[in-house]
């Protein structure tokens, strides 16, 4: 009986045994390394409490109305010693003259820099380049270009480009790249400024990106941790969710995230972002987003994946951070408590609460030191520990030009031609004349003038843009585009323009119809954005091109790639074909 017993349970071990083999495995994310930020300097240790609060608060440099508050930048200082700034273009943008602004903003951050007992960290968000918000710099084409052009060199250029920009204004820790990935092709937030909707592709040029940014001693924050880019919800408005599963989340997100956490990322912004698969603890019955949950940053980010560098929050004044606590200060320190280091656009009573909560015991004292001594490793390694006699580093002309090659090489690169079912390239002998329509919530025709500009310089005659022609006004003449032999139609709907739409509606809708209406052989559609437009809304085209952006570099590349100076060498960086999209 026992050998009997014994014969069943070697069998079924064995049977066991080849199931499991047999069994596919989960993906595992690679092995966490603990990159050290400990830093050397222990001077940290002797500020006082106020002071260690202050080098966890990123706040907005409203310049004039806190001189107007306060008297001066070290009144204010004195009695708020923030340990860091965000330059909020919209308060320094649009105040004439213009050309004061860079200027009155270069002279408010040496403001708070003077007033200071630390180099300042001064913040901001130059996805597409600093000239993407003031023209004085230049505008890069998108990450999405990078991922279209698939080249470490190009994103290694990119990164360093708007790095040395950013220096030159005194701009030290930047907040992207974007370590998201566009997997919905109906996300509007993410779209273009993601690289790709492909981990293995995204990843070595998001690496060499941040090395491109750290070479000029620009901190880099990879953003927004779990990863967006797989829902539609934008956390702008509303809570976000990375709706991956675990072994799916591993694959994608969770890798790309351990691997520059062992490569030594200094900062990852946590985003209004929830993870379902991997959450348990839940508030008022529903999950928290990531820069309110323990479980996520300190659970996952912190101790399963060694991260020792700074968690920042995204901004804790939109929709997706809000109806968990009672107000926005209430938010901030519950973000504080559960993991974040660094708050990004707390308000200055911030402080005065934090100080209150700790001195109760609220929150541990341990949580605020281990959050100075994450920000001081990070400072110490970037050289924001010792001030420097300039914080405002010169563009010489020799490098502005090397900037500007740059940024035409990775649009060259970047754009790319989905259908030619015409001749390409173009030529003057059987296409003189193109007119040029102009799809988009804002109108472009200013901007696209450049391409008018550029056809014209080949010798084509480009005598119309055309902002949203509706069919309800273009419907009975049509006809008006007879004498046209091509029509280019642009399409630059993006992230925020307009907010809470990731496909065309009304005026833009109404243009998509007038120009269906026409030959299909035509139509030349190409678009500066959203690289699922043309294929969703003209399939029929007879070329169809996908450029990213709207910069003017994009805008050379298109031009010379139509007609033939250069070819079309971008890969598309996203799948088209989605079945939502059919």
Known sequence: MKTNISIFLIIVTFCVTIISCNKPKEHQLPDAISYNFTPKDTSWKSLSIREKIGQTMIVRAFHKTQVAEFGSIENMMEKYPIGGIFVPYWDFLFTPPREQVIPTIKNAIADYENASKYPMIVTEDFERGVGSIYNEFTNMPSEMALGAANQKDLAYKFGNAVAKESNSIGINWLLHPLVDL???????????????????????????????????????????????????????????????????????????????????????????????????????????????????????????????????????????????????????????????????????????????????????????????????????????????????????????????????????????????????????????????????????????????????????????????????????????????????????????????ASLLKDKEALGVWTMGMLPQDKIIAVSYSNPYYVNFYFENAYIRINAYSLDKFSQKAVVDALTGAIPFKGTTPVQLEHDILK
């Open 182 to 500: 566009n997997m919905n092709p109906l996300q509007d937030l993410v779209i273009e400024r993601a690289i790709s909707d492909d981990a293995t592709r995204a990843y070595p040029l998001l690496k060499s990106q941040i090395e491109g940014m750290s070479a000029q001693g620009v901190v880099a924050t990879i953003k927004h941790f779990p990863g967006d880019g797989a829902t539609i919800k934008n956390q702008h408005l509303i809570t976000s969710a990375n709706n991956l599963s675990i072994p799916e989340w591993n694959k994608t997100f969770g890798t790309m995230y351990q691997k520059m956490i062992n490569n030594g990322t200094p900062c990852i912004m946590v985003g209004h972002i929830r993870f379902p698969a991997y959450q348990k603890e839940k508030r008022k019955g529903v999950f928290l987003p990531a820069s309110l949950s323990e479980e996520l940053m300190v659970g996952l980010l912190k101790k399963k994946m060694k991260f020792n560098g700074v968690i920042m929050s995204d901004a804790l004044n939109m929709g997706g951070a809000a109806g968990y606590y009672e107000n926005e200060i209430e938010t901030s320190l519950a973000a504080f408590k559960a993991g974040v280091d660094m708050v990004l656009w707390p308000t200055l009573k911030f402080m005065d609460s934090l100080e209150v909560r700790i001195k109760r015991g609220d929150i541990p004292m341990s949580r605020l030191d281990d959050a100075v001594e994450r920000i001081w490793g990070v400072r110490e390694q970037y050289g924001l520990l010792n001030k420097k006699e300039n914080i405002f580093y010169a563009i010489s002309e020799d490098e502005n030009k090397t900037i500007q090659k740059d940024a035409q090489d990775i649009a060259n690169n970047a754009v790319t031609l989905l259908t030619d079912k015409s001749k390409i390239p173009l030529k003057v002998s059987e296409n003189k004349r193109i007119a040029i329509v102009n799809i988009s919530h804002e109108n472009r025709s200013n901007d696209l003038q450049f391409t008018q500009k550029l056809l014209q310089n080949k010798g084509f005659e480009v005598d119309t843009i055309l902002h949203n022609p509706s069919f309800l006004d273009w419907g009975e003449k049509l006809n008006f585009f007879d004498k046209y032999d091509k029509v280019l139609v642009a399409f630059e709907n993006r992230y925020f323009n307009p907010l809470g």
